[in-house]
């Protein structure tokens, strides 16, 4: 048994950091991750190999992601 929180107790944390891994087990599959991963500052630690994103920066992602009536939903291929 680990000590290490999970992905979903670490977002409580803002400082925190997600990885891949964390993102597919809190349900993204692999292009969210790699959308997520292009919409986020990913930060790389000289030695370690696993890019990471701060919990503070996903989440404002997912706010700035989530569609609640209030705007207009982007579409892809939308003329413009």
Known sequence: MSDRPTAADRLTN???VL???DL???GYERRAVDAIFRACPVEVWEGYSRP???VSDFL???ERSTYRGDRVRPVAGAIR
């Open 19 to 21: 990885t891949r891994s």
């Open 14 to 16: 803002p400082d925190a």
């Open 60 to 62: 404002k992602w997912r």
């Open 24 to 26: 597919a087990e809190l």
């Open 52 to 54: 990471m994103i701060r």
